[in-house]
Structures are given as structure tokens and as C-alpha cells.
């Protein structure tokens, strides 16, 4: 989850100005955390509470109902409703937001159960659904001491995400998606390309397109390669930009699950 946190608040300040500079500035002035944390955190509170996952999103959007970059105009009306319900949707915000599952639960049925009913309440359209159980999945793995190649396979093989083609390939003419279908599979590549967290980080966004949420999601999956070197001064910019009520829930989350913090 902190890797989605700082992948997020990398990504902002590149969302609307992409970049393909692999060395851009990792923190700027205009860097904070966006919708995709605010989401991110309010599923792991919901795990942490043992309340529905509708009902945590519902509260914590409108707690914070105008984050940096907005939310999509759907979910938006979604936080607005008195009796939300899902709205066949197929865009990434599913799978950005679902990193706490693929550390909160101890067997890969269970995180693929849980990210089903994550991204159902909101993205119940089939590929809302797969981007977020892929992305639990990969993480689960990832943090189980899984290979990349055996992370590969299995996500292409139950899948169906082409994750053989390279990011120099990709990079010249991608563009800004909010799909699962053309974010989820981007977003794996460039774990899978990457050495460490920061070089997982900096392909993600400079690739362009939806930069805080691609970021996310390959943050997400970085964080959990054991050893993955979070750089500390990174970690501190992006976690000062979390709400105090919202920190709460991230070390709550972190003290319950035994996860470690860099230091």
C-alpha cells in the first residue's frame, strides 16, 4: 500500500504534464497524494473495520470529495447518490485502489474473492473486475517470493493481459487511458522491467498517459519484492501529504498486517 501511496503522489504532478524523461524531478511542489490514495486507503479501512467496501469509499470520498486531479465524473455521482450502486464500470480506478487486499489476506483465493467484491460495489463490468483482482494477485505473489517470469505467465495465462511486449515498444505512441485494459497490463510491464522500486516508478511515469495511477499500481507491486530499496526521502514527501485521519488507517493497517517501513 505504500508503494501505491508513493506512486500516486509521484505520478501527480505529471497526470496533465506527462513526461517521458526517465529523469524527471521525483518530488516537486505541485506533488501530493490524489483520489487514487484517498481510495486506496479507504479499502484498507474497511478491511481493518470488517465493513463493506461501498461503505468505506462512500465515507472517505466525501470526507475528501475534491483531491488533487478530482474524481472521474461517474464514481463522482457515485459519492453523491444516497443509494449508490455500481455502475458497469471498466476504468483503472479499480484496480488502483486495491493494493491493501494483496496483503491482507493469507491465500490467493481469498485476495481474488476480496478484489471481486473491492471493484464490484463501483467497476462491476468484467474488466473492471479482472484489472483489480490481476493487480491483488500480482501483488500476493510478488510478496510470496514469486519470480517475475512465474508472475508473467500466470497473470497472461488467467489473465489474458499481453504482458510480453517491451515498454520501448509501447511508449512512442501510448496515450492517456483510464481502462483497465490499457493501464493494467502497461502498469505490470513496468514492474516487470524494473530493477528496483525507484526504476519501477520512473518507467511508470515516464511512460505518460494516466501517470498517478499507472505509478499506483506499479508501486503497489514494487513494494512487495522483498528488499525493494523504497528511497526514505520519497516515503517522507509522500506520506506528509496523507490526512491525519487517513495516516491513522495507513499505520493501523501496516501495525495489524507486520509490514515494515523503510528506515
Not at 526517465?22 to 501530493?32: A, C, G, K, N, V
Not at 520501448?168 to 481502462?179: K, L, V
Not at 494516466?210 to 512487495?224: P, Q
Request: hydrophobic share 35%.
Amino acid at each position: 500500500m505504500l508503494g501505491a501511496i508513493i506512486g500516486d503522489y509521484v505520478g501527480s504532478a505529471y497526470e496533465f504534464d506527462n513526461t517521458n524523461n526517465y529523469s524527471f524531478d521525483l518530488i516537486t511542489p505541485e506533488s501530493e497524494i490524489t483520489d487514487d490514495s484517498i481510495l486506496t486507503l479507504a479499502i484498507a479501512d474497511a478491511i481493518l473495520q470488517g465493513k463493506p467496501y461501498a461503505e468505506r469509499l462512500h465515507y472517505w470520498g466525501n470526507k475528501y470529495p475534491n483531491p488533487m486531479g478530482s474524481y472521474g465524473g461517474s464514481f463522482g455521482s457515485w459519492l453523491r447518490s444516497d443509494n449508490p450502486q455500481p455502475y458497469n464500470s471498466w476504468g483503472n480506478g479499480s484496480a488502483m485502489r486495491v493494493s491493501p487486499i494483496g496483503w491482507a489476506f493469507d491465500t490467493l483465493e481469498e485476495v481474488q474473492r476480496e478484489a471481486q467484491r473491492s471493484a464490484q460495489c463501483t467497476h462491476n463490468h468484467p474488466e473492471g473486475i479482472k484489472g483489480a483482482m490481476a493487480v491483488a494477485s500480482a501483488i500476493f505473489l510478488t510478496r510470496n517470493g514469486e519470480s517475475k517470469e512465474y508472475l508473467k505467465h500466470y497473470i497472461e495465462k488467467n489473465f489474458d493481459y499481453n504482458l510480453s511486449r517491451k515498454l520501448a515498444q509501447i511508449r512512442p505512441t501510448y496515450q492517456f487511458y483510464e481502462n483497465c485494459m490499457q493501464t493494467v497490463p502497461e502498469a505490470i510491464i513496468c514492474y516487470l522491467e524494473s530493477n528496483s522500486f525507484e526504476d519501477a516508478i520512473r518507467l511508470a511515469v515516464s511512460l505518460g498517459g494516466d501517470s498517478d495511477t499507472i505509478a499506483c499500481i506499479t508501486g503497489s507491486i514494487a513494494e512487495a519484492t522483498p528488499d525493494c530499496g523504497i528511497p526514505m526521502e520519497v516515503m517522507s514527501a509522500a506520506l506528509s501529504t496523507v490526512p491525519s485521519d487517513l495516516k491513522a488507517v495507513f499505520d493501523s493497517f501496516y501495525s495489524k498486517y507486520r509490514l515494515h517501513l523503510p528506515h
